[in-house]
């Protein structure tokens, strides 16, 4: 594993890569929410036998549609660039990190594969009960894809269930189990999908704003805005719990992603929370500056949240960078110094290996195994790179909160105004539901900014930096194949955007 890069075609790598994870998590969350809401949809016009009901149903599947297509599309590329641009990583964590993958693809995809036809084509050629049944399968299936998805990623933020192969260079599963109950792969995938039926709700509820405004099509409106009120809602509640759930995990396995989006400098005992500020964007580990220009901290909050104690020590970057002794905090510096004797020992084991010396392999081995635990830390140049980018995590923090609270809120007031029948007169509560979407968006992408941005420089906590996961490539090859992405993410979500805006314009077509 040589340490020999090009910074250029890191950051290059690492732009690539975002960019298609943010393309494609504009559809994601709208097919994991609307699935279901087209389930409970359908639920009710099988229950019912009212028509209006299989009118509104069918047309909220067809955005559905549309949307699950494009999905995966680009679902596809992002898969395609582990193998591109992070050559190494797909070596190194293959057997840990492809299983999830492949489960997804074996199972959930077929789940939905199997029943996504009879749910779009099978309306007048099979029963009512099993057509219900198909698009409850394609829910199932849409969120079981979610969920293995999820738990790779979870194994990257906290790397369980597995063991470093010396010989090979590969880390391999042990324990699969571990893998898929780890504490941050459940509560990334309920946060994440609660999180995703939220905006959902909020797409159903923007888009019934838009018909109540124009007086179109106002009795759907006001039935589609009532269940994905409630569906929203409750989705929304589970999400600020299961977020508390999330921030837990953090505090154990990811101390620094915490402190990075609190803006904790230095460690406190009764740790407050902040609750809105502006970064000092000029502070730096070790130095004497404020770490905010402004802030409005919730006095002790910190503390009970990150460790369920009140009064209790959060270390800050300055902490976790050059160690804490009295609070029993090891830093980077000294992880560092742990690290590089891993790697030298592997590197010994090699030589070791290649001369046959069977006694000089053991005692490496030995020395390896002590020290593994921070092999990643062996590759950092300074213990300064340790730290996140502290603004754009607490940013992005603040703001999915924020939104998230206020979509919360709107959602109450939809349901007690829809209840009433009292929604066509309300002028400013429309106009706000209008752009509800876009919000819930803006909010779905920043709680991934966070977990992503949180979590540099690793692409596996604490054993594999970016630098050692990254092909050998040249920037500008990477850099080419950067625009060409965007170009043509552009082009599908502009078609997608076209194609919606003419169906949700078109309305909801009479039914037999």
């Known amino acids: 594993m040589s340490v020999q890069f090009d910074p250029e075609m890191v950051n290059w790598a690492r732009a690539q890569f975002a960019l298609t994870a943010m393309f494609h998590w ?10 279901f809401l087209c389930a409970f949809f359908e639920s009710i016009y099988v229950r019912t036998g009212d028509p209006s009901w299989k009118r509104l149903t069918k047309f909220w599947m067809k955005l559905f549609g549309i949307n699950f297509a494009i999905g995966v599309a680009t679902g596809i590329i992002l898969e395609f660039e582990f193998g591109t641009n992070w050559s190494n990583y797909s070596w190194m964590v293959g057997d840990i990190f492809g299983a999830p993958l492949a489960i997804e693809g074996i199972v959930a995809f077929f789940l939905e594969a199997t029943f996504f036809a009879v749910m779009f084509f099978g ?120 977020g508390d759930e999330a921030a837990y995990a953090v505090a154990r396995h990811q101390p620094m992603k915490l402190a990075a989006f609190e803006g904790l400098w230095q460690g406190e005992e009764g740790a407050g929370l902040v609750g809105a500020g502006i ?110 980018p502290v603004a754009i995590s607490f940013y992005a923090f603040h703001l999915m909160v924020m939104l998230g609270t206020f979509l919360m809120l709107l959602c109450a007031m939809y349901l007690l105004l829809g209840i009433k029948n009292r929604l066509q007169g309300n002028t400013l509560l429309l106009a706000a539901g209008l752009f509800s979407f876009f919000l819930a968006l803006a909010a779905s992408q ?31 090859t990477v850099k080419t194949t950067f625009f060409m992405f965007l170009l043509t993410f552009t082009l599908l979500l502009v078609a997608e955007v076209k194609i919606m805006l003419t169906q949700i314009r078109k309305g909801p077509e009479e039914v037999k």
């Open 279 to 388: 970064i000092n964007p000029e502070k730096r580990p070790g130095d004497s500056q404020e770490a905010f220009s402004f802030e409005i901290r919730v006095p002790g909050l910190l503390s009970l949240l990150a460790n369920r104690e009140a009064g209790s020590f959060v270390p800050g970057i300055n902490d976790l960078v050059y160690g804490n002794r009295q609070h029993g905090v090891t830093g980077v510096k000294e992880k560092m110094e742990l690290g590089k004797k891993a790697v030298s020992a592997l590197a010994a084991y090699k030589q070791a290996q290649k001369q046959g010396d069977s006694q000089a392999m053991a005692r490496a081995l030995e020395e390896f195994s002590h020290y593994s635990a921070n092999l990643g830390y062996g590759y950092l140049k300074s213990p300064e790179e340790a730290v996140p």
């Open 26 to 35: 504009i559809f994601v969350p709208l097919t994991l929410g609307l699935s």
């Open 123 to 242: 309306w007048d050629r099979v029963s009512r009960k099993f057509h219900l049944l198909s698009t409850w399968m394609v829910a199932i299936g849409s969120n079981l894809s979610a969920l293995w998805i999820l738990v790779a990623n979870g194994w990257m933020q906290f790397p369980t269930g597995m063991k470093f192969n010396p010989d090979t260079a590969r880390f391999e599963m042990q324990n699969v189990f571990d893998v898929i109950f780890s504490p941050v792969a459940i509560s990334k995938f309920t946060h994440t999908t609660s999180s995703s039926f939220m905006l959902a709700s909020m797409f159903v509820i923007t888009v019934s704003s838009w018909f109540l405004l124009k007086k179109r099509h106002e009795e759907l409106a006001r039935r589609s805005i009532i269940v994905a009120s409630v569906f929203g809602l409750l989705a929304g509640l589970i999400t600020a719990a299961t």
């Open 446 to 476: 920043a709680g991934w900014v966070v977990a992503e941005v949180g979590r540099q420089p690793w692409a596996i906590q604490d054993l594999l930096p970016v630098t050692v996961a990254r092909s050998n490539l040249t920037a500008a």
